[in-house]
Each structure stands twice: as C-alpha cells, then as structure tokens.
C-alpha cells in the first residue's frame, strides 16, 4: 500500500508483471483443468437433470378434461391455487428437484382435447379431484400418458412447425389477466379446419416454486424499479459507465427509464403496483410449447412437402399470435424450438419465466363459452355420493362406483332394497348390466330371484355367470328352448279363488281393448269350474269347456255351487249362434295362446313343477326368458304376468310366517309395464311386498310407457331411483327427484352406463348423486351348457317312467260322498252324463 501511496503507477505495473508471470508458469496447467472442471459440471448437471425427467416420465398419466355445459370463469385461479400444494421440502427439491405439470390443448380434426399431463410422482386422483372441485360438472379420465401427437404411421413422414413463447421484458411484470371474454377464445379458433392427417399442440408447462427462484425474481423487481438491465451484459456495462446510477433525488439522465422524475410518472407507479400485485401471491415457473404437424405419404413430392410445410407454418404463426391478447406491461415474444416432436413427447421444463396464478389461469383453463365448437365436453355434471351410501358386500348389493374424485364402489343394503327400486333408462343404456350384477350378487348370496326378462339377453348373461353351485337352485323358462320347459299351472293351488281373480285380471288388462263384462263373466265361470273338478285344472281345458259339450257335461255335473249351475243352464240353453258370438272374443284370445307350445307346456301342461314359495324362501333363482320375438307381444306379456301373479301369490303367503323369519328375496321384472297386470292396485303391492321381505326392481325404457296410475304408484312406492340417460320430456319429469343438483339437463346428457342415482339408506331418502355401473365378469365357457344339462337331468329323474304326458281331466267314474276337491267344495257321487249324439263335437 505503502508503494502505491508513492509511486501507484509502478505498483501497478509491478503487480502485472508478477500476475503475467504467474499466467506463463501455471496457466498451462489451471486454465486446462478448470475447462475440464468447467466442463464436468456442466455435464454432470445436464445429466442430473436428464435423470430426473426421466424419472418423471415414469408412469406419467394423462388426464382428459371434459369441461361442463357451463365452466366457472375462476375454476382455473382455483385449480392452480390448489396444485401449489405438490411443492416438495425444500432439501428434497434440491435432492430430486420439483415436478412440473403440463395443460395441453390438443387438436385434430374433430376438435380440440383438453388434458393433463402428470408425472408418475404425483399421487394418484390429486389432480383430478382437484379439476373436478375447481370446475364442478367436469369429468376426468385418466390413462397411460402419450405423445401430444399421435404416433408416425409406418411409410409416411412427418412436416412438423413449433416453436416457443417467452417473456420479452423483465418476469417481474405481469400479464394482462382481466379479459371481456374468454381469452383462449382466439387459441381455440386459430387451428380450425384441421384435416385427418393434420394436427397441432399447445403446452403449457409449470411447476410451483419459492425460495431463491422467487428471491430471483425480487431481485429482477428491483432492477426494473432501478432502471438497470435485466442481461448481465448490460448490467456489467452499467456498473462501468459513469451516470448510469440515480442519483439521491430520482432523477437521471437515463433514456430507459420511463420518466426523468419518476415520482410524477403514472406509467412508473402503475409499473411498480403491478410488480407489487404479481409478486403478492403464490408463483409458477412456466413454459409455453406449440407445434403444428401434417402426415404425408414417404414418397410425396417435394413440392407437395413445400405446401403442407408452408400451411403449418401459417397455423403455427396463428398460435403465437393468438397470445398476444394477453400484452399489457409484459408480452410474449416467439422463440427458436429444436425438435418439436421430441419437446413436446418429453415435456422436458428446465428454465422458464414466473407467472403468478391469476396470470397462468388466464392462460391455461378450460374454455368458458359454451358456443365454442369441437371442445370435448361433459354430458352431466358428477355428483359425488352423500355419506351414508353403503359399499358391496355382506348384505349390500353391488350398483356401482362414483365417478368423481377417487372412484369408490356403491352398493344398496339389502333391507333398504325392501323399499323398492325404480330403473328407467333407453335401450343400450346399461340397464342390464345393472341388473345382471344384482342378480348375481343374490344368487352368491342364497338369496331368492325372480327374473322375468321379455329379450332374452339378461338371462343368457346371468346363466354364463353363475357359479356351479346353483345350477341346482335354478328354474329355467326358455322360451327358445326345444326341451321341455317346467310348469306353473296359473289354477292350481290355494283354497281360494285368488288364483282366478289373478289369471282373468291378467287376461283383462293384456286385452283390455278387446274385453267387456261379457267376456270376464265367462272366463270367471269356466276357471271355477275347472277348479271345482276333482284333478288337477288346466288352461288346456277351458276351450275344451266352452265348445265340447260332453266334456262340459262331465264336468258340470257335480256342482254345487247354485251361481255356477244357473250359469251352466243358461250356457246350455243358448243355441249355437248365440253361444258362438258369446265365446268368440275368448275363444280367438286362447288359442292364440294356447297355440304356442311353450305356453301349452309350461302353462298348460298339467300339474306345477315349480314351488314360487321354495325359490323365494330357499334361495331359488327362477329365470324366465320370453322374448317377443318368439312368442309374440301378447303371449310375452300374459306369460310374464301370470308368473308376477304366482309370485305375488307367494309372497302374500309369507303372512303366516313371523316377520324376522321371512328371508329376503328378490323380483326383478325388466320391461315392467307388460307384466303387472294384477287386481291390486300397484302401491298396495310394493307397500305390503316390503313388509313381506320381497324387493321388486321394476326397470323399462321411458315414461310413456307407463299409465298414469302405474306412473304414480312408481313414483312414490319405488322409493330408491336409478336413471339412465332419459329423453328431455322424460328428464324435465325426472328431475323432480334429482333437483337441485342434477338438472334435467344432466338426467339427457348422461353416459353409457352413466347414471343419476339416488338411494335410501336407512330407511331415509338421500341427495341425489353420480355413478357408473360396474362390468359384468367375464362369462364362463360352458356355463351356461352346464346348467341347462343339468335341469334337464334333474326334469328326467322327475318324470314318470311311462313317459308322455298324462290327461287331467277327470274320467267319468263315480265320486265318493266325502271326496274333496282342490277349492275344498263337497260334491255328490256322479253318474254318467245323458248326452245326445247328434250334439256332441269332436
């Protein structure tokens, strides 16, 4: 010091000399060592980083976006606010470094994508339950993650345009974020008319940051404040060029800085409040990509390759520029991007500019004008299930799963079933898989079904289901079988006449267009007396009855009851004409019934096979398959609704059993206004069949396929409801069970098995919720074989050796005094009936 003080000039030349002999003696040495160092480090950097988005591209997961009919203009401030939670501790961010995310615009030809990519180290449904609560309404489907760009087809090349946005001022000023409308509006627009072999992206990555990230752009505040450069070039030159600092007053000479006194300048102090404003709140390091690719054949011309490269190159300018809509104090400027492809495959985020989140939410969110065509959309908003709502398992059937947040099963308890179950929904809904899966639920659990299914489909699909095991507990009735099916004789059984006030309401109400007083009086007659014979009475005989008259003779004779006799003798009376126009309307109704040898064997063909009482109270699972096709709309719906009538007839006989010991059972009647054609009103019949421990699932397609009574009573005793997607007259009717929150415009825009349900659980009615109905497992080679030869082994064991089928009615012998008949009416011994020859039909 003491040298310089006297002589600096030599002190400094001196103090060269002794640097410039240490540079010749041992710069050979450090300057290649520290390029090596130099070098190694950056190496080994860029390869810490390499690996760590490596590790990010490991189970990466793509996340679709379907926005709702109408989009909350804040979802995106809410979605971004709360992905700020995925910020790692701060020693793991500098160990592993901090997962980015990346919202994705992808178009093609038939519109635009929105989705999410997300790195494998994310936890499963975090974002997704975040869109679906920042954008209520919106569905998210998660797979695998791809390439943006769909794969190169083999033999064709690809003309690829892309680019990226950066900040042209300093990061510390902000983005325009206060829009008229949607600013994504010119974004969505600008790649329209895409053709099939064209396609383009935007990317917009971004990751949560704090610490010296944030500090870094404090510092970058304040240099805007200062007026200094934001390059380190510049702010080296002005650390070296005198004046270039302000003085204590304010004032400088500087041309960049927006005002000479900057407390007087409106322009510096809005600056300055928005650097304040941007800098208040949570920041994300972000990235914009874009690209624009055409698909040509490998062997297309050059000047066709010329063509396609200029068109995206014009579609690619249109994507930049559509983000000059955000310019204010800062804008985006366009970028060099080397390998497209690639930089959008790998979504690669290593440096980029900070955004706050009002301004990263103007940028990436879903579209807000429902006018904007082609965007990817949600038919109904999901609802998550209320608490309370039961999962699968013992004693709770499986419906389900929700389809909001993290997906969970849905299932209905088995006592709550009791309160009935209404299923409504078009034809490919998902309807039966619904019910298959109910159906096998109670077959697994001993629980005793009926199911009476007017396709067929349903109980193909259950018997290719069912486990070995219950091949014993299952009756079959197979239309389309060419074995013989079993017997439920619709006038055997009882001591009363409920059985005939069954089989001729069900014959009314199927032919209630063509049915008077005249035609019931006569039915009813004949049923009772059928029944009044000592055998067993079947439909066979009843046009036997009515046209035979030694076979009417026969049976006629030993009545007692004076109402039928009378009738019988003004039967007689009648002459041929007469009596013709009165049986006609029958007659013509019962052979076409009759005529089917389905129903001639399974309804008609003698004494009963099957015990309804023994399926519903031992677990029996009675399928009957009658489709329309076979047997024909009317025949379905008599044969459907005799077996309703014999199943409530079990039912009702639960009465004499204490209700903890009455078993719950299950009927499941698909296209349900065919078959429930009995003399009770329909709520008398849900009201007694919960006390009875029997739920009834009543499904079909819509409402006008309902009478206003059968409507009503649905309505209100068939208290828990699922639907399908309905017609919108259906749907504004519907949605008085499911408003406020489902609209019947949620109730018409569902999915395939996509339902708006809604429960009771504990006896209550709960709020109305959103799911997906679970697949049927996969069907079991043979099953279904198995089954069938097994019923028909177990038919065989039970048929007489003799074989054939016996007659049933009663042969003209004589009866003893204290014979009894089925209906419990004491008859005289009979003699053979006097007939005339001439009279008697063949």
Not at 125 to 139: D, I, K, M, Q, T
Not at 156 to 171: F, K, Y
Not at 302 to 327: M, N, S, V
Not at 408 to 432: E, F, I, N, W
């Amino acid at each position: 010091m003491s040298d310089y003080l006297r002589d600096p000039g030599g002190a400094l030349a001196a103090l060269l000399a002794a640097l410039s002999e240490w540079a010749l003696e041992w710069g050979p040495l450090v300057v290649p060592a520290l390029a090596v160092a130099v070098a190694g480090a950056v190496g080994a950097r860029r390869w810490w980083r390499a690996r760590r988005n490596a590790g990010l591209q490991v189970d990466a997961r793509r996340i679709t976006v379907l926005a709702p009919p109408r989009v909350d203009p804040a979802g995106g401030t809410a979605v971004w606010s709360n992905l700020v939670g995925l910020l790692r501790p701060s020693w793991r961010r500098r160990w592993a470094g901090q997962p980015h995310l990346a919202m994705e615009y992808v178009f093609g030809e038939h519109g635009v994508t929105v989705q999410f990519w997300v790195p494998g180290v994310i936890p499963p449904s975090l974002v997704e339950r975040a869109v679906e609560a920042a954008w209520p309404g919106s569905h998210t489907r998660t797979s695998p993650a791809t390439s943006p760009l769909p794969t190169l087809e083999a033999g064709r090349r690809r003309v690829i345009v892309g680019g990226q946005l950066r900040l042209a001022r300093s990061e510390a000023l902000p983005l325009r974020t206060g829009f008229d409308a949607d600013p994504i509006r010119g974004l969505l627009g600008a790649p329209v008319g895409l053709g099939r072999d064209e396609h383009a992206c935007v990317q917009i990555l971004a990751r949560p940051v704090t610490g010296r990230r944030v500090a870094q752009a404090r510092r970058a505040a304040r240099r805007v404040h200062r007026g200094s450069s934001r390059r380190l070039g510049g702010r080296v030159l002005d650390i070296i060029t005198p004046g270039a600092h302000a003085t204590r007053s304010g004032r400088t000479p500087d041309t960049r800085r927006i005002s000479q006194d900057p407390q007087l300048s409106l322009e510096y102090s809005a600056q300055n409040k928005a650097i304040v404003g941007k800098q208040r709140g949570s920041q994300y390091e972000t990235l914009v990509r874009y690209a624009v690719a055409t698909d040509l054949p490998a062997d297309a011309a050059d000047e066709l390759a010329r063509q396609a490269r200029a068109t995206a190159r014009g579609r690619a300018h249109a994507l930049a520029a559509a983000f000059a809509a955000y310019t204010e104090h800062n804008h985006y400027t366009r970028t060099r991007l080397h390998h497209p492809a690639h930089a959008l495959a790998t979504r690669r985020l290593d440096h980029g500019d900070l955004l706050s989140i009002p301004e990263l939410a103007a940028l990436a969110h879903l579209p807000t004008d429902a006018e904007i065509p082609g965007v990817e959309r949600a038919g109904a908003k999901a609802v998550a299930p209320p608490p309370g709502i039961a999962t699968p398992g013992p004693e709770v059937k499986p419906l389900g799963q929700s389809d909001t947040g993290h997906a969970r099963p849905v299932g209905l308890r088995v006592a709550d079933a009791r309160h009935h179950l209404h299923v409504l929904g078009a034809t490919g809904s998902g309807k039966s898989t619904l019910l298959g899966n109910m159906i096998l639920d109670d077959a697994a659990s001993n629980r005793g079904v009926v199911l009476i299914d007017p396709k067929g489909d349903l109980v193909t699909d259950v018997l290719n289901r069912l486990p070995r095991s219950a091949a014993e507990r299952v009756v079959l009735f197979d239309a389309d079988s060419l074995h013989r099916p079993p017997i439920l004789n619709p006038l055997e059984g009882g001591e009363t006449d409920r059985e005939v006030d069954n089989l001729v309401s069900v014959f009314r109400r199927v032919y209630s267009a063509f049915w008077g007083p005249r035609t019931d009086d006569l039915m009813r007659a004949a049923c009772l007396t059928l029944r009044a014979q000592d055998g067993v009475p079947t439909l066979a005989d009843l046009p036997k009855l009515l046209a035979s008259e030694a076979f009417r003779s026969r049976i006629t004779t030993g009545l007692t009851d004076p109402v039928l006799t009378g009738f019988w003798q003004w039967y007689d009376e009648l002459t041929e004409s007469s009596r013709s126009q009165v049986i006609s309307p029958l007659m013509n109704k019962l052979r076409a019934f009759l005529l089917r040898p389905f129903v001639k064997e399974a309804i008609a063909g003698g004494r009963s096979t099957v015990d309804m009482a023994h399926v519903l109270d031992e677990g029996g699972i009675c399928l009957v398959r009658i489709p329309k096709g076979s047997l024909g709309e009317e025949t379905t719906r008599l044969v459907g609704s005799l077996v309703v009538a014999r199943t409530w007839q079990a039912t009702t006989a639960r009465a004499r059993v204490p209700q903890r010991l009455r078993p719950d059972a299950s009927l499941v009647v698909d296209e349900c206004h065919n078959f429930l054609n009995l003399p009770y009103p329909l709520e008398d019949m849900l009201a007694e069949a919960r006390g009875f421990r029997v739920s009834m699932t009543l499904a079909h397609q819509h409402l006008g396929q309902l009478s206003r009574e059968l409507k009503e009573g649905i309505s209100t005793n068939a208290r828990s409801k699922i639907f399908f997607s309905a017609s919108p007259e259906d749907a504004r009717e519907l949605a008085r069970h499911t408003a406020p929150r489902l609209s019947d415009h949620d109730l018409s825009h569902l999915g395939v098995y996509h339902t708006a349900t809604r429960l009771v659980v504990h006896g209550e009615e709960t709020e109305p919720f959103t799911m997906t109905t679970t697949p049927l497992p996969d069907p079991i080679p043979g099953r279904a074989r198995e089954i069938r030869a097994v019923l028909r082994a177990q038919r065989r064991a039970h048929t007489p050796a003799s074989g054939g089928t016996t007659e049933h009615a009663p042969a003209p012998t004589t009866v003893t005094p204290t014979q009894t008949v089925p209906t419990g009416r004491r008859i005289p011994p009979t003699r053979p009936p006097k007939t005339d020859p001439r009279r008697t039909r063949p």
